[in-house]
C-alpha cells in the first residue's frame, strides 16, 4: 500500500548553520517524489539561533513547520513533539546534521511499501564511532533478537509504532528494540553517512557509552525479564533461599556431628534467605505494577482505535 502522506520530523540542538542546506535537500526530494510531505522541525532550546533561523526557512518553504522547546529536554521528548504535531500515517526521523542524505528517504518509504512497519537505514561510509556503534548494535541485534544491522540511523515508521511503545528519555535509541518487542515488521535499506560540516557532534565522551550501555540493560529489562516479573525476581529469591538451606545445614552439620561451630555461616544464611524474601516480594510488587501498567496501554490502545475510528467515520459522512 502506497503511503502519500508523510511527516519529516527533525530534532535539532544547536544546528543553525546545517538547516539552510538541509532544507533544500529536503525540498529536492519533495519536488521529485509523487508523495505529498510536511516537515516538522524542533528546536530543543538551542542557544545559537537555530530556531530563528528555522522560522527564516518556514517563510520560504510552505511545508516547514518549526516548533521551540524552551529548554534543552532531548532528543527523544524532540521527536515526541514532532510526533504530536503531526497528523500523517507515516513518519520519518531525520537528524539535522546533514550526516544523512534527505535523498535516502524515498527508499525508506518504497521499502515499507513491501509491508515493513519501521524501515531503518543502515550506515554505508567511514565515521568517527564506527567502532563503538559496531559493539552496540552487535549487542543490541543479539539481546533483542533484531534481523538489522542498525539501529540508530534514519528511519521512516507508521505512527502507530510511536503510539504504541514506551519511550523514555534517550530511549530513541531504541525505538527499533521496542517496536520489535510490539511484533511490528522491520527491515533496513542501505544509506549513505557524511561527515559533519558544521556544528559538532552532540554524543562524545566516554559518559555517553556508560549511559548506552544502562539504557541497553532498562531497555531488555522492559521488555524481557519485567513482562513476567515474578519469574525473574521470584525464581532468584527461589534460588537464593535454597541456598541458604543448604548452608544452614552444613552449619548445623559442622556444629553438631563435627563439632565446629562457626558464626560467619550463621551471617551468610541469615544474608541469603533475607535476600531471597526480598526479592520475592520485589517480585510480587513488580507483577502488580506491571499488571496495572498493562492495563493502562490496553486503555491507551482503546482510545487510540476509538479515535481513528471516528475520524474515519467522520471522513465517510
Given at each position: 500500500m502506497v503511503q502519500k502522506r508523510i511527516t519529516i520530523i527533525i530534532p535539532a540542538y544547536n544546528e543553525r548553520d546545517n538547516l539552510a542546506p538541509l532544507m533544500e535537500e529536503i525540498h529536492d526530494v519533495i519536488q521529485e517524489d509523487e508523495r505529498d510531505y510536511d516537515v516538522i522541525f524542533i528546536d530543543d532550546g538551542s542557544t545559537d539561533g537555530t530556531f530563528e533561523e528555522a522560522i527564516r526557512l518556514s517563510e520560504k518553504y510552505n511545508h516547514l513547520k518549526a516548533i521551540r522547546h524552551r529548554m534543552n529536554l532531548g532528543k527523544t521528548e524532540a521527536i515526541l513533539t514532532g510526533f504530536r504535531h503531526s497528523d500523517s500515517p507515516v513518519v520519518v526521523l531525520l537528524d539535522a546534521d546533514l550526516q544523512f542524505d534527505a535523498h535516502d528517504i524515498p527508499l525508506l518509504l518504497n521499502e515499507m511499501e513491501k509491508g515493513f512497519d519501521i524501515v531503518t537505514g543502515w550506515k554505508q561510509g567511514q565515521y568517527q564511532k564506527r567502532f563503538v556503534s559496531g559493539v552496540y548494535n552487535w549487542f543490541s541485534r543479539?539481546?533483542?533478537?533484531?534481523?538489522?544491522?542498525?539501529?540508530?540511523?534514519?528511519?521512516?515508521?507508521?505512527?502507530?509504532?510511536?503510539?504504541?511503545?514506551?519511550?523514555?528519555?534517550?530511549?530513541?535509541?531504541?525505538?527499533?528494540?521496542?517496536?520489535?518487542?510490539?511484533?511490528?515488521?522491520?527491515?533496513?535499506?542501505?544509506?549513505?553517512?557524511?561527515?559533519?560540516?558544521?556544528?559538532?557532534?552532540?554524543?562524545?565522551?566516554?559518559?555517553?557509552?556508560?549511559?548506552?550501555?544502562?539504557?541497553?540493560?532498562?531497555?531488555?529489562?522492559?521488555?524481557?525479564?519485567?513482562?513476567?516479573?515474578?519469574?525473574?525476581?521470584?525464581?532468584?529469591?527461589?534460588?537464593?533461599?535454597?541456598?541458604?538451606?543448604?548452608?544452614?545445614?552444613?552449619?548445623?552439620?559442622?556444629?553438631?556431628?563435627?563439632?565446629?561451630?562457626?558464626?560467619?555461616?550463621?551471617?551468610?544464611?541469615?544474608?541469603?534467605?533475607?535476600?531471597?524474601?526480598?526479592?520475592?516480594?520485589?517480585?510480587?510488587?513488580?507483577?502488580?505494577?506491571?499488571?496495572?501498567?498493562?492495563?493502562?496501554?490496553?486503555?491507551?490502545?482503546e482510545v487510540v482505535e476509538y479515535g481513528a475510528d471516528r475520524s474515519s467515520n467522520e471522513d465517510k459522512e
Open positions: 543479539r539481546l533483542f533478537h533484531l534481523p538489522i544491522h542498525d539501529q540508530n540511523s534514519i528511519k521512516a515508521l507508521k505512527s502507530e509504532v510511536l503510539e504504541e511503545i514506551n519511550l523514555r528519555k534517550d530511549w530513541h535509541r531504541y525505538i527499533v528494540s521496542l517496536a520489535v518487542s510490539e511484533g511490528f515488521k522491520v527491515s533496513e535499506v542501505k544509506v549513505k553517512l557524511r561527515s559533519r560540516l558544521h556544528g559538532e557532534s552532540k554524543y562524545r565522551g566516554k559518559g555517553r557509552i556508560i549511559i548506552g550501555v544502562m539504557d541497553l540493560l532498562a531497555v531488555k529489562m522492559q521488555i524481557s525479564f519485567l513482562r513476567k516479573p515474578l519469574l525473574f525476581f521470584g525464581t532468584a529469591g527461589i534460588v537464593l533461599i535454597l541456598l541458604g538451606v543448604l548452608v544452614g545445614a552444613y552449619g548445623i552439620i559442622e556444629r553438631f556431628v563435627y563439632q565446629h561451630g562457626y558464626r560467619p555461616i550463621l551471617y551468610l544464611v541469615i544474608l541469603l534467605v533475607v535476600s531471597g524474601l526480598v526479592l520475592f516480594t520485589v517480585g510480587f510488587i513488580t507483577e502488580a505494577i506491571t499488571a496495572l501498567y498493562e492495563r493502562i496501554r490496553r486503555l491507551e490502545r
